[in-house]
C-alpha cells in the first residue's frame, strides 16, 4: 500500500540523511550550497522545536509517543475513506517524520538536523527533512479539514 509506502520510505531516507551528515559534518562546519541558500551544517536538537521542553526529555518522550498514537489512528482511519486523498497524504507524511525524530530520541537522545537556510530570519534554525514532512503533512491537514468544514 502506497501510504505505509511513504511512511516507511521517510523514516529510511532519513536514517540515512542523518547516518550521513552526522558522520559527514563536524560541529561549527558549514557548507552552502545552492549558491548559498541552503547551508548544510550538524545540529543536536535535545529538545522539540527550536530545542523546546529540552529539559524534560522523559517528558517530550510521552508526548511525541502520544502524538503518534493519535496520528496513527486517524491515518488508519483515513485509508478506510474513499477518496480523502490530501488527508491520507497528510497522516502520511506526519506519521513518517515524527516517527523519524521519535526514532533519534530513542536512539540517541536528540534529533540529528542538518540543513539551514540563508534567509537571515530563519538561518539559525536548522532542520532535517522530517521536520518539513511534519510540516507539509500539517499544512495539508489543515486544507483538508478547512474543505471539509465549507
Known sequence: ?????????????????KAHFDKKLKFGETIEIGKGKII??????????LDSFETYPKQLLLVTGGMIGVILYLWKKAIGMQGEYVR???????????????????????????????????????????DFCIFIGSFLFLLASLKEKK
Not at 500500500?1 to 540523511?17: A, D, R, S, T, Y
Not at 548544510?40 to 522545536?49: E, F, I, P, R, S
Open 40 to 49: 548544510l551544517k550538524k545540529y543536536y536538537n535535545k529538545g522539540a522545536a
Open 1 to 17: 500500500m502506497i501510504w505505509i509506502g511513504i511512511v516507511i520510505g521517510i523514516v529510511v531516507i532519513e536514517w540515512f540523511l
Open 88 to 130: 491520507k497524504i497528510a497522516f502520511s507524511l506526519l506519521l513518517g517524520g515524527a516517527i523519524s525524530n521519535l526514532l533519534d530520541r530513542l536512539t540517541k537522545h536528540y534529533v540529528v538536523d542538518y540543513f539551514s537556510f540563508s534567509w537571515k530570519k530563519i538561518r539559525h534554525i536548522v532542520f532535517n527533512i522530517a
